[in-house]
Structures are given as structure tokens and as C-alpha cells.
């Protein structure tokens, strides 16, 4: 690999994270996640988005966050509305599922759903011999790199209430999407268009981690006992409270995720300039259409994932993160330059 | 309503049903399942079938046959494919996913899966990230009343067989399946095309009860474990072992879904010769799309289920059943001609 | 066998049973519980328990019944609170636990559990890493035959509600609790006592069945898409519903207990009078003790189930039902005044 | 606090553990344990057990590779046997039962499981009315810091593998028993004596992670499908396989448990000679039963958990570990000296 644009998670992790660790490092901890620096964390995160009542969990992965809040609010009857394209649906191999629960699958448009499609099923399911829509799921920044406007949240959120329907906010990349030039919605808002949302740490600069955040207490009350019970409470919950007290007690989190933007916009900019083609792009990860001839050259010098292939071309994703230099945009750059 | 045509399940039983239970109901039986007219039952069924080391099981509903094979084989990350209009899919309430497993749905066509719809489907499916599908689903009768060739039988499990997935028929409605006018299958060469079948008992004259044919019985080892463990063992496991002895000691059960196909093929030539519009049709399930402003006489007089709203016209399904008289068939017919 | 004690389940169902079945099998029903008969059971079940407001509903097993209600009221790290003997915990396959939940089993004391069993439990579970206690079950009668007395199920429900738990109460044989010549419970008083009772069927007279009733009917909610999900929804629920409004629109279903209790009472004082050595005895359940070398011969002649199985004696259980006759008794005495 | 004996996870890890992340902190890796370190760490583990054929597979916590390995193997009807004291049955919060699974308790003597209990067990589970026991569950060393013999774990094993029964052993703190003094099983053994163990990282110098090593890798055949829907694998894997490889790649898993034992071996001594009253010794954990007045100091002086309480006398238990240094022991033995 010459320059590493295979995704935003193949690097350990920023090096303030580690200096942190280091500096905590003899420390005695309050342990599973009772200990000052977790608190301190959640301290942070519910200044930062407005959510003094909020109560926040912090967990290993992202998976895992999904399906502990997806399962603690459901009834064993009640089903998730998705994208054909989220993560739950595609990536996380069947775990909603296999805590009980069918997710709904909708098409969406551009990895977002509207109020039409959640408004399609919940029409459609009108008796007990059918599942009980009671939760819609979205990723922000989508799957595919887009992200929500403010308004596109709020319609979203306003129809749900309306219908019955918790909306949560698998943000796995929510850094990317609250730093992108697009976005118009402040983090001191998210909590008005959702009841409860995940914030990713492994693709924006930590060890691994996410935050997850959920707005209304009542509905977490006995949350604990719920993520011992599915086996993802951390014995050293205080390894995750050093990672986000130390990426929230300033604007670390944002300037990461600012970074990955940018380094993706530049690189996104330099190549519309080289005329190549390319889907809509939003945040840090940019899907590029080549020639099928180039794509083992491509793989092999930037490491990215081929998302889809077809007779004549294929379509490849570069992702960029907190690690991404300049540098390796303009080897990028230089690269596609040269093809042509 | 003045002629039924509601489903095949809205009356009790044929009375040979009740016959059959009143001579046995003063016996002392075997608890369980474990019965001697369960045994003969079983015996009489593996005949017919032509599957002398097949495992019967017989349980309460349709739901719970399709939950209890497709839970037992499965392990956790497999996945079961099927047609969007899956019963499994659309109007079980999320019982297969309730056991914990992925329903990957694809569109079919007229109600069945084809090989490529399912190699689609394993070829989309190459890592751990994914579900791994391992059982093919598909009804038979359709639950829009279509039926498989036997060579679409062959086709699909050959294909089943060559990529390491079970298929499994569910027979909620195998009766009207095998006396369709247009079945072209063997009762004798159903286990040629499947690893295991449901016989529905309750569509096709009985009170309740469920065949459930397992044709390996390697693969039914412990399932009267897995059949309690989910709840469904009857303790007069004998009810169900005297009606399906009752049903299929000679041909009744035959016999019972024929007259259920032919009373809706003389329906179905009737209305097509009054120009009636209807989708296509093989078994007891008539699909009539009329204006919606006769709909509410419509159900009122034969207490149809409306199965799709339009706009200007909206699709009834009649169904005709073991107690669907010719004279139900010709007070439609009359009603029909004095629409027009 | 030569006269039948084997247990209260081994006959198909009271002669009435049959007649009401006959009597309404041409009769064109609505489907999944909606029909008229289970109405109307439904209302004869609210008056004689003296609960207007209750919630009731017809499933096919009492395995079932357990699961259905424990699996509704639960989060998943929710636990029931059962005794060591206690039928979801010994004879269910594990049934509850595949619904997702531990059983806290105590010890108990002839069978039943008390507030201090009670209190031991949740006196011990103090935090996340230990399930939350939050159900507790019984059996009236219990497993041994034994049944509460007014007072106790009084204490119990009064400690359960102080301390935020549901007693739900396994009535499979809750006809032989309260026509017990030692019970003090009113029917009209059950309510009283527990937030949720089963009334066990197949125990006592009916093919299949049992009423699973709920006090509170905001804890029935969506109780209907929760027994559609666990595959327990019966297509012909009307099957249930006469069944059960005919042995409730009159005394029968107290009637047919009776008989059974007095049966075994009759058996019990006979063989007292013998000095044959026996457990305590309550309801329609008599456990025997016999020397090893007449067990073959009694369980050829009277089909009864070894209990328990010492170096010298083995118990026996004896049970009576609505089909034991006086002459199955005199038999039974016959017999154990010969082996003296 | 002024000398930590709370317990081995509330300091973060080894100083090497850090130094090692920092080291490789800006690779770019393979992400979802597919990585070089991990490939690295498995190869160690291998060896030093003596198993070239095992799988391996490093997840977050105890509870989740627990649930893990349990919930692959087992149908839903199968079964664990466990002591009382089991951490599946006490800490877990139900994460075996959530998985669907019962355990069946028996009291064990010691913290430990012998054939005879398990044969109780095995003898008592006659038919599919009763889960059927598949899995043996034992921790090494146990919940109270006992340890296994070498031949009490072969007899444990034979017993196992005569009645068609898994032999896991949770490894939680597995350098623990290895290095005890009592200890007389080589690593290399401890694949002749069970199908598969866990080797506990964060209690014995990492920040987390456990390793689940499978014998037979046919029985870990689709297991990482299966890590991944249950929310439980890593997209940075490599986090884990990083200190994996450091603590294997040499001996130092092994020191630093032998550290920690010897720790504790020091101050049971010297408590010993002081007349304490403890329960009996042989890892890193001291049981001390102290006069209920002593208790609130000793807690606050030493962070001890309070174990068991009684009307005069409590236990608190002391936990070594790789941090506890000499001036901690003899700050305790000071202590306790000027109590008498």
C-alpha cells in the first residue's frame, strides 16, 4: 500500500488517545464503567449536545450498540424500519435478528429514509399477523456517505412521534456527518430529532468505543443490567472513559472527523477537476467509478474496498480518517492523473 | 353472509373428523405424541409419500411447524431465503425472526423463487459481516395459490442441494398443491424435491394439527426435545394422531382439497366466462379484482377478505374449502351476472 | 391396565365436550380467537373469577400458557423466581430459558414457595451483574398435589407487590385447587392474589386448552401480536372457545374437578385404612409408596408413573380425573388389600 | 485506599501492554482480527497449549466468550451443568439463559465440579420433557481461587466424553491457576482435558480481551459468522491480537501471574502466622473473615469487596495482581497486626 485510503479504522488510534491511556496507566479504577473518567465522558457528551438528562453507555463496537438499544425498547413482536442499504440490515450479520427482532426493509433513497417509506409500512401493518413497527433506524453519515439535512431529521422525527415510533441514529461516523460542509444541523440539536443516538469512537480516532446516548432516562432505566445480560459490559469500563473524556473534554472529536472531511473533500475536488467519475459525496468516503483494468493497480496501492463491480467498471471506496496526511491525497491525485 | 367464502378455515371439520375422535374418546391413550393413532398416522403418511425412513411430527399450527424445523437446522448467523410474500415473511409477526433468524427476501415471481433468485442471493452473501443463508423457503400451494411445477421443484432443489442449502416446503395448503388441475408433482416424489414439508391439516378439513416431514432422520434426532422446548408438544398428542389417521388411512385428504379446487375452478370458469377480472388461477384461492363500490356487498355477502386496494378497484380472494358447496358456487355466479 | 390412574390427560375429553363441538361444526366462525364462542367463554371466565376488567385469552398447552405470559411481562435480564420443583423449571425443556430468562429456583416446602423464599432472593441480587428478579411463579395445585391456602397466596402476592414482582400462577390444574376439600380460595377471590392465572384445560375435561387470564389489561396490550410471534396463535380459535364456554357457561369445570378430588379422596382414605404409606394428600394426585417388587405389577395394572425410585420402595403417583369411575377405586383398593 | 487489593482489573495493564500499542500505533492494518498481530498471538497460543490444529478467537469480556462458545454448540434445548458458584450462573446477568440456554446447578464442593455431580445430573434427565445436558462448565482457577488438579480435570474430561458431554473451561483466570503452587497441569496438557477454554486477559495485565480456544476446529467451524452476530467482533481486531502477541510472545502471561499468586501467597502467609481466619488458599485471591467492626476500615484501606456477611463476622476478599507490589503485602500485614 502506498497510501492508505482503506478505511477509517486500520489505524489504532490518534496519539493523543494513547498519551492519555499512558497517563492513567497506574491509576486504580472504579471498574464496569463506575469510575471518574467514564463519568467525566458523559459529563462532556451531554454539555455537548444539549442532553442534561441524558444517559450515556459506553460499549465495544458498534454492532453491539445497535442491538443493545434496538432490543432493550422493543417487545419481542415490534419491529425496525431500515434502509435496504444499513448496516443492521447488511453488515452486521443478522444480530438485530438474532435478539429477536425483523427489520422492515425499505429502499430509501440515497442510503436516507423519508417519512413516505416509514408512512408505506406502517399503513401496511395493520393486524397481529403481521410485526409491529415500532422503531426506525438510520445511519448518520449514511452508509454511503451521505448525511440528513437539519430538516430531513426533524420531518423524520416529527413522523415518527406522530406514529408511535421511536428513531434512532446509528452514528457510527456522526462526526463525519456533524463536519460536513453540507451539514446543518448542530450537535446541540440532535437530541430535537431523535430519542436516542450512538456515537462512533473506533472510526474517528479512538481504540474502540462508541457512545451511546439515550435521551429519556425512564427508557434506560435498568440499562446496565441489559448490556451485562447480552455480554458487552467492560470489566475496564474506565479504558473507554479515557478515550472519550479525552476526545470530548474539547473539540478533538470534531477537529478528527473535520480532518477526515477534508482530507476526503480535497481529494474528492482534485479528482472532479480530472474529470473522474464519481457518486455524490458528503463526508469522508468517496466512491469512484474505474475502468475494471485499473482496479488490482488501485487495491493494491491504496487498499480500498471494492463496493461494486460490473461488466465494464467497478466501483471503489476511498475512505479517509484522522490518519489521512496531504500527502497521500496528492499520491492519490497523481495517481488518477496519470491514468489518463 | 349468505355463501362462505371466506378461507378454508372458518368451519370446524369434516365430519368424518368427528367421527373419528367420538369413536376413540372414551380410550385410554399414550400421552405426548407417543400414541398408537399417532403411529398409524405416521405410518400412513410415510406410505403415501413414499418416505419409509422420513420422521412425522404433527403440531398445532402452520407458524409453528415452519418455526420449529427452520430454528432446529439453522444455526444463528444462517439465514433463511424467501418470496416477499412468504408467510414466514409477511404473516407470521416475526416468529422466525423471533427464534433469531434472518429472512432474506426476494421478490420471486407469482409467489415462487427460481434458482437465480437464490443465487443472487448466495453470491451477495461472501463473509462473516453477512448472514449466511442455509434454507430455501417456499409454500406450495403459494399463498397466492399458484403452484410449483415438478420440474420447477427439481430445478430449485438440485441448485439447493449444489450450494449447501436445505429447502423446505411449507404445505399449509399441499393439498390444493397436489389435486391442482395443473400439478404435474407425485405425492410420491415429494421428497425428492425437499429436505422436509409441512401437511396442513387445518386448511383442509381438520379441526387443527400440522404433519411436519423431516425426510432425513439424522436430521430430526432430538426434535421432540426442540418441539417442547418451543412449547408446541400437546400433551393429547392422540387428537392430532386421530385426524390425520382419519385423513389419510384412505384418500380423504385428497379427496377434501380436490373438492376445494374443483368448487373454485367451476367459480373461476364461471366468472371468466362473465368476463370477471381475475388474477391467475391453479387451486382454491380465487383473486377477483372488482370496482370498489361493490366491495362492501361483496363482503357482506360472502365474507371474502379484500386482499388489495386501488383506487377504482380493489382484489377479493375467495376461497373455497371441504364445505364449500355448488350451490355457494352458483349463488356467486348469480351474483356475479347480476352485476353486469 | 385394568384400571386407569395414569394421569388426567390420557382420555380424550367429557362426552359434553364432544356434543358442543358437534353441535356447532357446520357453523361458518371467525378466525384467530375473534369468533363468538370464545367470546363469550371469555365473559364466563370474567364473571365467575370476578374480574370485569381482566384480559383473557385460549392458547393450545400450558407450557405455553407459562412462556407466553413470562416472555411478555420480561426484559430480557429479567428472572422468575420458581421452586426447585416447579414444572417451567423441570418439566418444559427449558422452555423459559429459550424465551430468554432465568429461573432462581429455592427449594420451597411441600412444593410451594414462601415470602421468606422470596425475600433470600432478592435479598441477594443487588446489582447489574445479577439478574433482576421480577416475576414470581407457583402452581395451584402444584406439582405435588399440594395446594395453597387463601392466607398464603394473601402473604405472597402482598410481599411480591411491596417488593415490584408479578406472581403469576400456573393453573393447570387450578380446578383441582379449588374443589379441594382443604382449599379456602374462592374463585371470585383469585384475583386478588396473584397479577396472572392460568386455568389448565387438558387436566380437566377438554381436548386442549388453556385460558391464560390477566388482571390488568394494560399488561395484555399487544398481547395478541406476542402469541401470534411465539407460532401459539390457533387459525380455528373457535375450537378453544366452545370448548371452554361450555365447561364454564355452567359448573361443569368446577364439576369435573370434583369428581376427580373426591375419586382420589375415596382412594386415599381407602388405602389409609390399609396403612398403605402415602405423602400428604390434597387434590387428585396420590403419591404411594410401595415395596420395588410389586411396582411392575401396579404400573401394568393401573398405567401409573414412577415418582421416585428408592433401594427398597419406589413412589408411585396415582391420578385421578374426570374419567375415574368408583369402580377404578374399588379395583385400586381390591388390589392393595390383596397385596397386604 | 492505601494499598489496592480490590481486585485484578482496576488498573488499566502492564506497562508493556502500552508500550507494545504505542509501537505499532501507526500501522496500517487488517481490520476484524484478520491482522498479522492476531495471526501472530494465535500461533503463540498454539504452542505454548500444545495445540496446532485449534482455533482461537480474541473477543472484549469473560461473559461474551462464555456466551459464545455455550451458545454455538448448543441446540436450544441442550443444556449446561455448572456449579452454584459459577460465574455463568451468579455474574452474568442471565447472558447464558439471554442465549437461550438453562444451567443446571448442582452445589459442587470447593468452587469445583466432580464426575459424581455431574452423573446426578446426566441420570436424573430421562426424556425431551427435560432439557438435555451437552455441556460441562467449569472455571479454572475457580470463583473462590480454588484450582483443579490434573487429575481430578482428566477424570472430569473422561467422564465428559463418555456421556456425549463439552468440557469448557472458563479461563477467566486461568494464569492464575497455572502458575499456583498447588498447580500440577502443564499448559501443554490442557487440551487433553476439555474441548475448549478461554484464556482471561484483562485480569492478568491487559487492557482487554479474552482468547477462546476451540480444540476441534471442525467445532469452531462458521464461528466467526457467529462472533459477529452477537455483536462481539472487533473492527479493530488488532487491538487485541497487539497484546496477545505481547504477553505470549515470551513468557510474560505467565509471570505476571505468578507475580500476582505469589503476592497473595506472601500475605496468606503472613496473615498465617497472625492467626487470621481464612478460607482455604491457592491463588490470588484471600477470603479473610474479619469481625463485622473491622470492616468498614479494611474496605476503605484496601478496596476489598465484601463477600459474605454475617451477624459477627464478614469475608472480604483480597485480590492480587501483576500491579500489587511487596510494600502493598506488607502494608496489609502491618495492618493487620496492629488490629489484634
Redo the contacts between chains.
Sequence with gaps: ?KA?F??D?????H?QI?KA??K?????????GLDRHSKRAKRYIREIFGLPKAKVFFV?????A???FI??VL?????IIACKSAHIN??????I???????I?KEGFNGKLYPEDIKEVVDAHVD?????PRLVYISNSTEIGSIYSAKELRDLYKFCKENDLYLYIDGARLGAALTSRNNDLKALELGEVCDAFSIGG??NGL??GEALVIKDKELAK?F?????????????G??LGIQFAEIFKNTLYFDLARHSNEMAYKLYKGLEELNVDMLPFETNQIFVRVENRFVDKIVEDF?VEIWAKGEERTIVRFVTSF?TTIKDVDFALKFFKELN
Excluded at 75 to 79: C, I, L, N, R
Excluded at 90 to 95: K, P
Excluded at 224 to 236: D, E, L, Q, T, W
Design positions: 500500500m492508505n482503506k478505511n479504522y486500520s489505524v489504532l488510534c496519539p494513547l491511556l499512558e492513567y496507566s497506574s491509576e486504580v479504577n472504579e471498574v464496569y465495544n463496537g458498534g454492532t453491539m445497535n442491538m443493545l432490543s432493550y417487545k419481542p413482536y415490534e419491529a447488511v453488515h452486521e450479520s443478522g444480530a435478528e438474532g435478539s429477536g427482532h425483523k427489520i426493509v397481529e399477523h403481521m410485526v409491529k473506533a472510526k481504540i474502540s435498568d446496565r443490567f441489559h448490556i451485562k445480560n447480552k455480554g458487552a459490559m467492560s470489566s475496564k474506565y479504558f487498499g490518519s
